[in-house]
C-alpha cells in the first residue's frame, strides 16, 4: 500500500512569489491535515478535511494560505504571496477516522520551503 | 489557549540506559498520541491512548495517560541507537496540538 505522497520534497523562492503543495493521502483515508513543522518543533495544525470539507481551518493564515480538497482526495495548500516566516517544513497527513477525536495519522515525507 | 509542553527538550543516554519523556496540557485531553521523527523524516505513529489512567506497552515502550488526562509519559527500557529521534506528544483538547518535542540521543 502506498502511503502519503507530497510533491515537491524541496522548493526555494524568493518572498512575495506564490507557492503550492500539492499531497494524495493513502487510499481510503477521508480526514487529510495539512501542517507547518519549523525547525525544532513539533508539527503545527494548520487545516483538517473531512472528505472535501475543510471542517477545522482556525490555525490556518487566511490572508495569505489557501488550501482545497476539490474532490475528496487530493489536496493543495497554497501560499501567496510568501513571507520570509513561511520557510518550514510542510506536512500532509491522513487518516481513516473522522470523529471528533484525531485518529492515527500517516504522516507524508513533507515539502521544504525556502523563502529567500 | 491549549498549550502540550514537553520535558526534556534534549536527553543522551549511553545505550543500554532508560529514558522517559514527559508531557503536560495545560488543558483536559480526550486522548493523547505519540509520535516519533527520526532526524530528517517525519512523524511516525506510535500509540493512542484514551482511558483516564491508561497504560500501554510496546516491547521496550511504556505509555501512560494521567488520571487526569492532562498528562502523558513515555518510557524506553534499555535503549538501543535505534530509538533516536524526537518523541512528540499529541493531544486533543478544544484543538488538536502536538507537544514541543524531546530529542533523543543514544550514545553507543
Known amino acids: 500500500e502506498a502511503g502519503v505522497v507530497q510533491s515537491p520534497r524541496y522548493k526555494i523562492i524568493e518572498k512575495k512569489q506564490p507557492v503550492a503543495f500539492w499531497c494524495n493521502p493513502i487510499?481510503?483515508?477521508?480526514?487529510l491535515y495539512w501542517y507547518r513543522q519549523n525547525l525544532g518543533q513539533g508539527p503545527e495544525l494548520l487545516i483538517r478535511y473531512e472528505n472535501e470539507e475543510a471542517v477545522d481551518d482556525s490555525q490556518l493564515p487566511k490572508d495569505r494560505f489557501s488550501a482545497e480538497r476539490l474532490k475528496g482526495v487530493d489536496s493543495t495548500l497554497k501560499i501567496q504571496p510568501a513571507e520570509l516566516g513561511d520557510s518550514a517544513v510542510y506536512l500532509c497527513?491522513?487518516?481513516?477516522?473522522?470523529?471528533?477525536?484525531?485518529?492515527?495519522?500517516?504522516f507524508g515525507p513533507g515539502t521544504r520551503l525556502t523563502v529567500t | 489557549g491549549q498549550q502540550v509542553m514537553q520535558i526534556p527538550q534534549y536527553q543522551h543516554v549511553q545505550e543500554g540506559e532508560d529514558f522517559t519523556t514527559y508531557c503536560n496540557s495545560s488543558?483536559?485531553?480526550?486522548?493523547i498520541q505519540w509520535y516519533k521523527q527520526r532526524p530528517g523524516g517525519h512523524p511516525v505513529f506510535l500509540i493512542q491512548l484514551v482511558k483516564s489512567g491508561e497504560v500501554k506497552k510496546q516491547k521496550r515502550l511504556t505509555f501512560q495517560f494521567g488520571e487526569a488526562k492532562k498528562n502523558s509519559s513515555l518510557h524506553i527500557t534499555a535503549t538501543q541507537t535505534t530509538d533516536v529521534g524526537t518523541y512528540f506528544c499529541a493531544g486533543t483538547g478544544n484543538q488538536f496540538y502536538f507537544g514541543t518535542g524531546t530529542s533523543l540521543t543514544v550514545i553507543p
Open positions: 487510499s481510503g483515508h477521508n480526514t
Open positions: 497527513a491522513s487518516s481513516s477516522t473522522g470523529t471528533a477525536i484525531f485518529g492515527e495519522q500517516y
Open positions: 488543558t483536559t485531553l480526550s486522548n
